[in-house]
């Protein structure tokens, strides 16, 4: 991406906040991971590997200090470093490079993962205190939410209150965990649980936003969601189910995702696209801030 393109980008998204009244965006879905674990990442796409599911041709490709810059640049307060184990003795390691991250970078919040091993309630406890928001990833980790070996941290989760953004479902590529069956029974077993559902849930958006709307403390993220490139993955948002997004928006429940640097347009347009679903400025305005505000307080 050209030095042009990042000005165009950040003068766009500026002039897109200023105009609601924001003081800037903050971003609940970014990713930051150790260098090796990034390159494995952006492989992947590049590759358009099975988890992927087709080309994705990445629009940001640089250094974390280069795109914590690019974050700024867009007027970007708050956001997160979004990391995912996939195999045992890896999540707490990711959680002590996250903190790190985030000592460095004021903007950032501290983020940790956890992946059922028998360990897991240990380390996750030990750091309760610290971390802002959790992130797991069914379709990457192949991995059950209901895994007995995640009950006891699910509990430690719940009574924290600890938001854990949870891609559950089944885009791009459905895998043998994901869906919102699992996801219920998760709920059930832990009520209380602060969940973001990344991607609006999609495709699966009726249920997920059934949970939003049952679940006191179940939220949706606007992650890729009623962009360009999603719809023509086959993740076409019903217009039906529009009216009970907005007033989910409006209740705090629908928060500003973005997926951010690991997206093939640029950053504006995932805010274009939430525009151009006329569903307010009001709307706008607390997806786009108050919402992830209120969360993360």
């Not at 045992?88 to 460095?104: G, H, Q």
């Not at 240990?122 to 406890?125: G, I, K, Q, S, W």
């Not at 069914?138 to 209901?146: E, I, R, T, W």
């Given at each position: 991406m050209s030095d042009t393109d990042t000005s165009t980008d950040a003068q766009a998204v500026h002039a897109w906040w200023t105009r609601l009244g924001l003081?800037?965006?903050?971003?609940?879905h970014t990713h930051f991971l150790p260098p090796r674990v990034m390159a494995k990442v952006r492989a992947q796409f590049d590759a358009a590997g099975?988890?992927?599911?087709?080309?994705?041709?990445?629009h940001y490709r640089d250094t974390d200090e280069a795109l914590v810059a690019t974050l700024r640049d867009l007027g970007v307060r708050r956001f997160t470093a979004l990391a995912y184990a996939h195999k045992?003795?890896?999540?707490?390691?990711?959680?002590?490079?996250?903190?790190?991250?985030?000592?460095?970078v004021p903007e950032a919040l501290v983020c940790g993962t956890f992946y059922p091993e028998q360990s897991a309630a240990?380390?996750?406890?030990k750091r309760l205190d610290t971390i802002d928001v959790f992130k797991i990833h069914?379709?990457?980790?192949?991995?059950?939410?209901?895994d007995p070996l995640l009950d006891e941290t699910w509990g430690l989760v719940a009574e924290a209150g600890t938001p854990v953004v949870l891609?559950?479902?089944?885009g791009p590529v459905a895998a043998t965990y994901t869906g919102p069956d699992p996801v219920a029974a998760l709920l059930a077993r832990h009520p209380r649980l602060c969940l973001v559902i990344a991607h609006m849930g999609a495709p699966e958006y009726a249920p997920f936003l059934e949970l939003a709307e049952t679940h006191h403390r179940v939220h949706l993220d606007t992650t890729m969601a009623f962009t360009d490139f999603f719809s023509e993955m086959g993740g076409v948002f019903p217009p039906g189910l529009l009216p009970r997004v907005r007033d989910l928006g409006l209740a705090g429940k629908v928060l500003l995702g973005s997926d951010f640097p690991n997206i093939p347009y640029p950053y504006r347009h995932q805010l274009e696209a939430l525009e151009r679903l006329d569903l307010g400025d009001d709307w706008l305005r607390a997806v786009c801030w108050s919402n992830g505000e209120r969360l993360i307080a």
């Open positions: 003081p800037g965006l903050l971003d609940i099975p988890l992927i599911g087709r080309p994705w041709p990445l045992p003795d890896m999540a707490d390691w990711l959680n002590e490079w996250a903190a790190d991250f985030a000592a460095r240990a380390y996750v406890a069914v379709q990457v980790g192949d991995f059950s939410v209901l891609h559950a479902g089944s």
